[in-house]
Structures are given as C-alpha cells and as structure tokens.
C-alpha cells in the first residue's frame, strides 16, 4: 500500500473514535475510546516521525524542512494532550471539551498533511518510494500494536 494511503487510513480510523466517543455518555465506554483514541494516536504518530516524516525530509528543501517541524511541534502538543488523559475523570463535565479540543486539533494537523505534505511526498518521493514507505508503515505500526507481553 501507498505510504500516504496507509496513513490516510489511520488518519480516518482516528476520526471515527471521536465520533463515536461524541455520541456516548456511558464513563466505561468513554474511558474505552479515549484509551483507544491514545493508542493509535501514539502508533501513527510514532511511525510517521520514525519513517514518512525522515523520508520526506530527504525532499530537501526549505519549505519541506519548515512544514516537518511545524509537524513534529504539533505532534509534541498532542503529546502533551495525551499525557494529561490517564487523569481526565469521563464523568465530568469537561470531558467532552478536552476531547473537542484534542479533535480539532487532529483535524488542522490532518488536513496539513493531507493537503500538502502528501502529495508533496507523493510527487518528488515517487511511486516505488511511497510503496516501499508504506510496507515499512504497515510492518511498524504491526509491532507496535502487538501486545507486549
Ligand atoms: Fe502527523
Ligand atoms: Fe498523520
């Protein structure tokens, strides 16, 4: 699979855990998504910064190097977001606010990569490139959604 589609792919997964932790009230089943909303959080970010984003840096140029640190800054803030989310209580009132705030900021990040970076990778990386990324996405987030035990 195209790295871009493999992430892509994530990326919709994500959306679809804050639609459904949107529409339920229930503690235990918020407390459900939001863990699994961190948990590929962590994967895709992980590999993005481990692989893609190491690749599309070799691009080379200055606005490619600017946008991947503007990336890696975003992916530090929803570091920082998640980090805080073992505390949030899903019972209390702020519940659904944190988790607007943590959605629309997926949502910017999202369409930035969506919308330039991946089809400037796609464009100067090259289909056998973008192929090969993909393999190794796919390979990587393999293991680290495996339970490590
Ligand atoms: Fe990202
Ligand atoms: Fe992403």
Known sequence: MKATDFLKKQHR????????VEKTEAPRERKRLMTDI??????????????????????????????M????????????????LPQVDPAAD???AKMTVLKELIEHHV???QDEIFPMAE???????????????????????????
Do not use: C, Q, W
């Open 38 to 67: 961190a948990n590929h959080l962590k994967v895709h970010t992980t590999i993005e910064e481990e692989i893609f984003y190491p690749a599309v840096k070799e691009i080379g140029t200055e606005k490619v190097e600017d946008m």
């Open 94 to 96: 702020t519940f659904d």
């Open 123 to 149: 464009r100067k990386l090259g289909k056998e490139r973008i192929s090969e990324l993909g393999d190794r996405l796919e390979e990587r987030a393999g293991a680290l959604e495996a339970p490590s035990a």
């Open 13 to 20: 997964e994500v959306m679809k855990l804050f639609k459904e």
């Open 69 to 84: 640190l503007e990336a890696v800054e975003e992916h530090h803030v929803v570091d920082l977001v998640l980090e805080e």
């Open 111 to 113: 369409e930035e990569e």
